[in-house]
């Protein structure tokens, strides 16, 4: 959850419900939801935010294909700077 910066009310963002309003827009290629972490965490932060993101990647996925509609997924590659992180990634999303 977190507040809109137009009138503070609170909004609720799912990996399901980004997916449904993205096929809402008629989006060509719909994003997953993810979380993007500041540059300078530690290892273990990384690494629990890239986990979270797969989680949500699966998430997303799910629900994309319950409904096609012609449209696209990409999956998004995580870890920073970390090779092993970004490896680890790669080999998440194309299993």
Not at 23 to 45: C, G, W
Request: aromatic share 8%; net charge neutral; hydrophobic share 35%.
């Amino acid at each position: 959850d977190f507040r809109s910066y137009r009138d503070g009310s609170l909004v609720h963002l799912s990996p399901e419900s980004s997916v449904l309003a993205q096929k809402a827009y008629r989006s060509d290629i719909i994003v997953p939801l993810d979380e993007l972490p500041p540059y300078h965490i530690t290892k273990e932060r990384l690494t629990t935010s890239v986990f979270l993101s797969h989680r949500w990647e699966a998430r997303s996925l799910h629900q994309h294909l319950a409904d096609l509609r012609n449209q696209a997924m990409y999956g998004v590659v995580h870890g920073g700077i970390d090779r092993d992180l970004r490896k680890l990634s790669i080999d998440y999303l194309c299993s």
